[in-house]
């Protein structure tokens, strides 16, 4: 019976941070005592909390305790060790791999006799007692030691009173069959949209289908009538031609005629004028016919030999007449092609408010600007300098060209509005493959097949794709918006003032994403405009 009390004493003198016996003890506030340097380095882990706690009863301290000797446990623990007794459990009580240990003990951990799934966390029986101590701790849910403590409890019902699982698994069940009919019923109704999809698949083919060979009956019929009408002018020229050169072969012979028939009176005339005997002049002059009166003009006028240069003008102004109707058809009837409404492709708005609801936030990205330019307004805004900028090198620096590419990549519908200043700039977009480096026209905005680029200055609009430059008109302003469908292949650069008047619209297939640009002439100034 002497033995059992000493065992509890050896057991009552346990730090249960080392769990040996304590070394240097000392009592916090809630009466609890551990070892000097057990307590401090556990205090020392709290320190940037600037809260205190017990390591078994949780209670915690503001601000942290002086830590002070036991002093009369300290002789407690010395008489103590005199027995020889030993304080630490057997091995048998220390947990292995295959059991749970506890979450409080510190080094080499005992086995857990409880879990507590309010804390959650499981204890040897040593760091369980508080829960049967303390009141507060007693209306915690105890239960078996839990290796899946963590998983099988729900933070947000920590606390709460609890029910048999298989009760909560009823309730459960029923929410579950609940979704799975939710979800049952949207697979049938994505399932009818997949088939309307389907539909309108076939719709559009054939709708295209039919566009295209109506269209190419229609422009064949179109080409067969010039045809005609160009056989028909030849035929009438001929014709013409045929008319007047024999009129004028039938006056040339009648002419001729008349000319060989004055040849023989001058011929008569002559002779008798030689004949030497008087009265044979005067018997034979009587009877030399007159001449015949003559049928024509005593001149005729040749003009410039234009005959037919009034029909080559007449069919000059028509074939003019014919390119303007067919190139503001074509306008026409490409707009009409792009602006099908095929479900997925809504049409280009039409008004700037509608434009706004696909407005981008863009930066112009300090890896890619040439050094003569110098960025602002968080990096929004592109000054051409006469002074080179300290740049770092890289890469995807443009090093000739005063350019810069956006940080932003654009795919999808996406707007942006530019505000220039000064002599000039290009307005911009490009695939990220362009190149940077050197005076090549690869480099450079318009010159080459992977960049487009509207040219604004002081005088007019210009538009440049693979070399070609197309000149525009519109109204003057310092602001350029941009439209983006990337997927339909639409680019559309505006002028934009109090109304937004269309400058061009590039209609293409775009193979990679796109990346806003800018080139600045001397002096100029451009900026991507925040829009509200």
Known sequence: MAQKGVQLDGETFLCSICLDLLKDPVTIPCRHSY?????????????????????????????????????????????????????????????????????????????ATKSCLSCPASYCKKHLQPHYDAAPLKKHKLVAPSKKLQENICSRHQGHETVPAAAERTEKQKELEVRRLNIQQRIQDREKDVKLLQQEVEAISGSADKAVEDSEEMLTELIRLIQKRSSDVKQQVRSQQETEVSRVKELQEKLEQEIAE??????????????????????????????????????INIGPLRYFEDVTAAVSET??????????????????????????????????????????????????????????????KATRMKQQQSYSDHPDRFTVWCQVLSRESLTGRCYWEVEWRGRGVYVAVAYKNISRDGWSDDCVFGLNDISWSLCCDTNSYKFWYKKIKTLLSGPRSSRVGVYLDHRAGILSFYSVSETMTLLHRVQTTFTQPLYAGLYLYDGATAELIKLK
């Open 35 to 111: 070892c000097m340097n057990c307590i401090k380095n556990h205090f020392d882990e709290e320190e940037s909390k600037r809260i205190h706690s017990c390591p078994q009863c949780r209670k915690t301290f503001t601000p942290r305790p002086v830590l002070e000797k036991n002093i009369m446990l300290a002789e407690l623990v010395e008489q103590l060790k005199k027995t020889g007794l030993q304080a630490a459990p057997a091995d048998h009580c220390y947990a292995g791999p295959e059991d749970v240990a506890c979450d409080v003990c510190t080094g080499r951990k005992l086995k």
């Open 262 to 299: 004055l040849k023989r009176k001058d011929a008569e005339l002559e002779q008798l004028s030689h004949t030497e005997d008087h009265n044979q002049f005067l018997h034979n002059y009587p009877s030399l016919s007159a001449l015949s009166e003559s049928t024509h003009s005593s001149s």
């Open 319 to 380: 074939r003019d007449k014919l390119q303007d109707i067919l190139r503001e058809e074509w306008t026409n009837i490409s707009l009409r092609v792009t602006e099908e409404d095929v479900l997925l492709s809504p049409s280009e708005p039409k008004t700037r408010a509608g434009f706004l609801k696909y407005s981008r936030e863009i930066t112009l990205d300090p890896n890619t600007v040439n050094r003569l330019l110098l960025l602002s307004e968080g990096n929004r």
